[in-house]
DNA sequence: TTATTCAGGACATAAAAGGTCTTTTATATC
DNA sequence: GATATAAAAGACCTTTTATGTCCTGAATAA
């Protein structure tokens, strides 16, 4: 069906939250994220439990506990994201590597998958969470002012 | 997991086959194309029964039966196969129309998905059969004259 | 030590992908 | 007209993926 999963859209939007925040030091308890962004807790939280694996957040336990972003949002990409909590994008198998499909030599339907995924990929890893972040505060504004 | 379907790369490379037949007159039996790609016969008949309700190719039936295509290679697009075997592209469900998320007003992230949905089908849309077929053409004399 | 909060993993459900098969209908040829 | 051929239509099947939930255990701050 060619879509983005849940996953990645939640993971996503439960980074931007963090990425929001002034404070960059106490840890937000992950059912603050869940409920800020109204998405599942419990799914979300298998989320950040890889994305901490990944090495994206930090978590801590026990009372006051939860997630820190361990880099800054501007060194923090869409693709990271996405790729931290479905794998890597292969929009085919034939592009996981050279040979996987014994007809990749002679076949120009490879080329055109492989420059479609190179052009996705260089566009998700420009975006970064600072950007959206921010790009988020001014479209809250201009709505506010229209009302 | 954002990958192509089967359908899609299966009915791709049967139009791709028939592109490159020089007799476009006669109609192409669907055992012919899928034995000549590789690809369950089956199947492929299933995809191409739904080609040919979306006009892209015209059956016929009996008899030296088959397909023919409906218009020629080069105003046939990847798009137009895609989304004709798996219908519309939507990268994510706040894209289908606008107040689908009653969060995309403020939603940074809708602006991503957006943004990369209309890049991906803008280069799909770029490539058509033509091209395509004679790219593959170009491919396998270039590996004839490596051998 | 106790309440809190994440980690890890088992489990559940539903949807989609990928494919087969049978029956019916249209067509060309003998 | 009979017969062989080939697509149309739709039922059916299996496997994989997506999207969760829940429980038990471990860490930690108050
Ligand atoms: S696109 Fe071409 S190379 Fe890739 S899997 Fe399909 S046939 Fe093989
Ligand atoms: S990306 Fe934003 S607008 Fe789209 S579904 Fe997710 S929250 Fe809603």
New binding site residues.
Partial sequence: ??????????AIRGVLYLSGKEDTVK???????ATAQG?????L??L??TL??KGF?R?????????VLTKTPSEISFLDIIEAV?GPIFLNDCLINEGYCANDSVCPVHDVWGEAQKRLLGFFSSCNFKELSESGLKKRKKLKSKS
């Fill in positions: 069906m060619f879509r983005l999963s849940k996953a990645a859209e939640y840890p937000t308890g992950i059912e603050e994220i998405v599942p807790p419990a799914y939280a298998k950040f439990q901490g694996k957040v978590s801590v336990r026990g009372h006051d506990g939860g997630f479905e």
